[in-house]
């Protein structure tokens, strides 16, 4: 018929039009008829004419079919919720049975009203009714269950939806459970979502990939923190330091040392400097005692002899441990043995080690260090001159203590606060002249004076 060809075509003033011609041809309209002008209002939101039509409807004695009341059901779906409730009462006091299509409507206007539980009685009510959920209704839940970070819900009712329907969600449904997931750090729910978005051939993006990354650091997954650093490449994503920051973390917390430390090289073979925090898990796990240094240190000679490299930060894992523990003598036996695999010491190094020093109280080591710092050409820098102006006052004889405050502002730098406190404090328990000196110098810097 004309009008279900102009419902189709969404001309609703078509549709109007012939049904009003039909009225004064005096012609019956039937239930395809009613459906069909149904359907046209019902897309335009027309809320009032659908309603009209139902009324007309009854007043000619077509009884309303489920489709009927479905489209009258989407027509409401700029108003409140109570006008689809009054639409479901109409509906069930007709004696017109719900099919699946109405309870998606009226799923999906849950959804949007973010209302989940709602969302989740309707679509459990279905199968009392004997039906199976429609792909949309079930998508559209589940995405609201991962949006309201429900991961361990979303899963389920992705799981619970595949096992009732030969239908499949899409790679959509699965991102957003994965995502919640990583987001909530439910790392069974990052494990399984992986991999099915990655047999759906679904690349993260690199924001979602750093979230798995979190996570498999968090709960000692290696394997998925390679999984998703290979994706990165993959994707033409450049590693950065973050990325291998998870790796290590994730290996140490599996107690996979050796790994985590061949970690730390593979960031240097691929040009991504570890900093600090990168080997911050590997040092928290190392520095328990001396027996886990000791086989830290024999985890490292393992590697060696392998023909991997043994990077800086992995050495500098083991001199960190043994200066907590103030085992001075190790970290220097750590150090004295950098030649044997190959690495040079930066200034870092050194100033972990003149902090070995002040805890030890063995200046004369650190004016040792001092001399091998020259020799290897190795610019100090403000931290090395802190410590060593500390290690100064805290001797007999403190005149050194001036001569690396004065040694300090001639490389550019400017003596912290803290600097100046401690002169300060030095020079006023031994009622040292210099003290109104420093007081001066610490009004230039604009510090406070609170001595």
Known sequence: MQIMAASEARRLAECLAIAAQMKENRLKPDISTYNALMSAVSRDG????????????????????????????YAQRQRSSAHMWNVLDKMDQTGVPPNAATFTHTIRRFVNDGNLEMALQYLYTMQPHGLVPELTAAEHVIILAAQCNQPRLAIDLANWF??????????????????????????????????????????????????????????????????VLRTLKVQGIPWKEHHFASLVEAFTRNKQIKEAFIALGMMRSNEVDPIDSTSTPILDAVKIDAESVDIACLIIDEIYKEKRSVDLAALKVLIQAAVHLGDL???????????????????????????????????????????????????????TYEKIT??????????????YLEEMKAAGHSPPRKVYKALAEKCQLNNDARFDIIIEEMKEFGYDIDI
């Open 162 to 227: 595949e096992n009732i329907s030969p239908q499949r969600l899409g790679p959509s449904v699965w991102m957003a459970c994965l995502t919640s997931s990583a987001e909530c750090m439910y790392v069974q729910g990052v494990s399984g979502c992986w991999k099915v978005v990655h047999h759906m051939n679904v690349l993260p993006d690199e924001g979602l990939c750093v979230s798995i990354l979190h996570t498999a650091a968090r709960f000692g997954r290696p394997n998925l923190a390679t999984d």
């Open 329 to 383: 003598q190790r970290a220097l036996g750590t150090y004295r043995s950098f030649p044997d695999y190959n690495v040079v010491p930066d200034i870092s190094i050194f100033n972990i080690l003149l902090d070995g020093c002040i805890k030890t109280q063995h200046r004369q080591v650190a004016d040792s260090l001092l001399v091998d710092l020259k020799e290897a050409n190795v610019k100090p820098n403000q931290d």
């Open 46 to 73: 027309n809320w009032l004419q659908a309603w009209a039509i139902l009324d007309d409807m009854f007043l000619i004695g077509v009884k309303p079919t489920t489709t009927t009341f479905n489209h009258l059901i």
């Open 390 to 403: 500390y290690l100064s006052l805290a001797q007999e004889t403190y005149e050194d203590a001036f001569f």
